[in-house]
Structure formats: C-alpha cells, structure tokens
C-alpha cells in the first residue's frame, strides 16, 4: 500500500511512539486522525504539526475502552474523511498489578483499553476500510507477550492478547485488510530512570543501547507498505528478547 494520499487513525496518537507513527505517516503524504483521551493540548500540537507537512489531520477525543465513544469516533472520522485506511492501534495503559490483589481496578482498565479498545477500533472501521478497497492494521504490543514482567499481569496479558488478535483479525479480514503487530523494546525511556537504570535496560539488548521512538515507526511503514505480510509481528528490540538470556551474568 502507497501511504501517500491514504488516510490513518493512530489510537494514542498524541505522544511517544504513537505520536512518532503519526507524524511518519503525515511526512509520507497521509491524511491523520490523532486519537486521544485526556491529552488534548498534546494532540491539538500534534494536528498543528501534521498539518504544517501539507496533510489534513483532526484531533478527536475518545475513550477506545468504551464502544459507544468508539461508535462516536467513527461517526466523525466518516464524516471528515469518508473513512480510514491504515489504523495502528497504540493506546494502551502501563499500570502496576501484582497477583494476588483485592483491587481489580487496574486489571480492567489495563485490558478494557488493549484488548478491547483495540477490538472496537478494528472492528468499527473495518467495514468502511472494505469499503474503500482494503487497507492495513498495526497493533503496537511489547515483549511482554512472550516474556511476563513481575507486577505487570494485566499489561502483559493485554499484550499477548493482542498478539493473538492480530493473528485472528488477519485471518478474518484476510485477503483485503492485512493486520501485524510491532514489539517495541526499549525505546523511550521513563522520565525518572536515572543513568544506571538506562545503562543496565540497554546492557540487556543485544546492541547494548536503546532505540528511538522513530525506529518503531519506521517498522510501521515497512508493515503498511509491504502488501505480502499479514497475520506476522516485528520486533523492534534491539535484540532484548535474546539479550534477556545474559541477564545477570
């Protein structure tokens, strides 16, 4: 698929690498829908500046977690566009769940937003992006669906399961949409780390650094724009998932 002249809806597309995909896409000639759910300033400057590449690009405020939102959202997408035809699927939630817990807050609000946000979003757009002659879907997951981290059930749940949904959504929607996945490592750093935590996460990848935030979005295009690969996941890691085996050596 040419990306030029396309339309993409990047769900937390505001910021970080969500952020990065988007701004990929408007420098590549397509027309963006930057969605968001409490960062409205970061996604009105992020319209501000898909727009300044010479592309249409509106900002629309949506909780993927609930259907009616995302319902809401579609709406406005066809009205403004007539529809999508790339959707990368970025929102998610990093939040703490260690096991066992008698609050399931996090646990619902961690999976309401990958797994079913993401499948409200596919699912909602699916049938305008046949109606427009296919397209292609990215789901951004993490090596978490190989690799569970202590404390993080939820997320790494949410990530395996939305593995596993790019694979079916692949198969569902085959042969006009394809669907892949990108497994991020690190690229953006938390803003606490201080630099001993940054030299010990890149010392577990195979490359010894980290990546960038534009590396993952760089996978983005290669997934969009190679129309013989659906149903597959990239990994954008620097090698950690191999690296991880050194661990405290």
Known sequence: MQISGKTALVTGGAHRVGKAILMMLAH???????NYNSSAQAAAQTVDEAKALGVDAIAIQCDIAKLE??????????????????????????????????DYTTWHRVTDITINGSFYVSNEFAP??????????????DLAAWQPWPNFTAHSVAKAGLLAMTKQLALELAPSIRVNAIAPGPVLPPPDYNEKQLANVAGRTLLKRWGSAEDVAFAA?????????????????????????????
Request: proline share 2%; glycine share 14%.
């Open 69 to 102: 939102d995302v319902q809401r959202m579609r709406q406005q997408v066809e009205s403004h566009f007539g529809g999508v035809d790339i959707l990368v699927n970025s929102a998610d939630l990093f939040g703490k769940h260690p096991v066992p817990t008698d």
């Open 28 to 34: 590549n000639g397509a027309n963006v829908v930057v």
């Open 128 to 141: 305008s992006m046949l109606a427009r002659g296919g397209g292609a879907i990215v789901n951004i997951i």
């Open 221 to 249: 295009k290669y997934l969009i724009e190679a129309d013989y690969v659906t149903a597959d996941v990239v990994r954008v890691d620097g090698g950690e998932l191999y690296g991880l085996r050194f661990a405290g050596e």
